[in-house]
């Protein structure tokens, strides 16, 4: 007992404590994919961080949650068929991802304090964790400006707002692995810049942006062939919207054409970074040789979602190893600054 009671004031009980937020994390951005793909992120439309962490309790509070949500597009132009139990099935998954996004918040500060508390958090590290509390609460902001696009005019939430809001939480989770990593790795030695693994995180982060554009515009919808486009190099009519440089953020077809470019960027940087990898000893090796296994898996499960038209189960699987790939990247890059060989 004395034993674990000293580790949970150790700097590595800190570490651990961050991968278990990162894992929350994790969690909430596959309930968040799902509860895209599901169309339930509209199912509440208010936001009530305080009293809104209860469901209805009874039959006139869920006749009230439906009554609000009829009043949406969504309902009065896709869903006007949907009755009450049909309601509760999207209400569910949207309650659910808001919920651990407030369990996140507790999870974060209480641990801290005690952290904090222990000295395993020293006093000159503080800032860096308010900032990401700070980051936390912004992302729950971001996810009601998010909702709140598809409140009055539109059915589906504004693809630009849900590429912001997957953005900011792969950000916050890429932070928190590193700080995380700090803690438990603690390397010592001479610094590298890791530049090539960084550049990969990069374009791994971006290529995520291109699939949440992707998502918000329905575009794994169409053009379900490949490596051709149903026939075509290129999509047909890329430049239709007015003015053309909305395009690559409007248009279904040349949204897709750009995931897909993505991804080949990503794999070739990918498999670079695998066969530089070989060189390495230790972590720094075996970083890399997952970099290069999940990349694999990554852009075959993107085929087959594809060919498929984005079933629920595979679109989900989809995001998820790939935010997985980012983490590797974060790891990698971390573990590339002390490798014996760069």
Not at 91 to 100: K, S
Request: charged share 15%.
């Amino acid at each position: 007992m004395q034993g674990r009671q000293s580790f949970w004031k150790t700097r590595k009980a800190v570490g651990v404590w961050l991968l278990a937020i990162a894992a929350v994390i994790m969690g909430m951005v596959t309930i968040g994919g799902l509860t895209r793909i599901t169309g339930s992120g509209l199912s509440i439309t208010e936001w009530d961080p305080i009293m809104g962490a209860l469901p209805p309790l009874n039959d006139a509070a869920w006749a009230e949650a439906f009554a609000k949500y009829r009043m949406i597009p969504q309902f009065l132009i896709e869903n006007s068929n949907m009755t009450l139990a049909g309601f509760k099935g999207i209400f569910w998954w949207e309650w659910t991802h808001r919920l651990l996004g407030r369990l996140l918040g507790v999870l974060f500060i209480v641990p801290f304090a005690w952290f904090a508390w222990a000295g395993a958090i020293r006093k000159s590290e503080w800032p860096r964790f308010v900032v990401l509390f700070l980051l936390g609460g912004l992302q729950g902001f971001i996810g009601w400006w998010m909702v709140e696009s598809g409140l009055e005019t539109r059915i589906s939430v504004s693809q630009y707002r849900l590429a912001i809001h997957l953005g900011a939480a792969i950000l916050l989770l890429g932070a928190i692995l590193w700080i995380a990593l700090e803690y438990i790795r603690d390397l010592t030695g001479e610094r590298r810049k890791p530049c090539r693994a960084f550049a990969l995180a990069a374009l791994i982060y971006v290529q995520m942006l291109l699939g949440a554009l992707v998502a918000g515009l329905h575009a794994g919808l169409i053009y379900n062939t490949w490596p051709d486009m149903d026939g075509r190099s290129f999509p047909e009519k890329a430049f239709a919207i007015s003015p053309w440089w909305l395009n690559p953020f409007e248009n279904p077809g040349l949204v897709q054409f750009d995931h897909r470019i993505g991804a080949y960027i990503v794999a070739g940087v990918a498999f670079y970074t695998y066969t530089n990898g070989l060189l390495l000893i230790g972590a720094a090796k075996t970083s890399a040789k997952l970099l290069g296994a999940l990349t694999a898996l990554q852009i075959g499960l993107g085929i087959v979602t594809l060919l498929m038209q984005a079933p629920e189960g595979l679109a989900a699987l989809h995001q998820v190893v790939a935010a997985t790939l980012f983490c590797v990247a974060i790891w990698h890059a971390y573990e590339l600054r002390y490798s014996a060989i760069a």
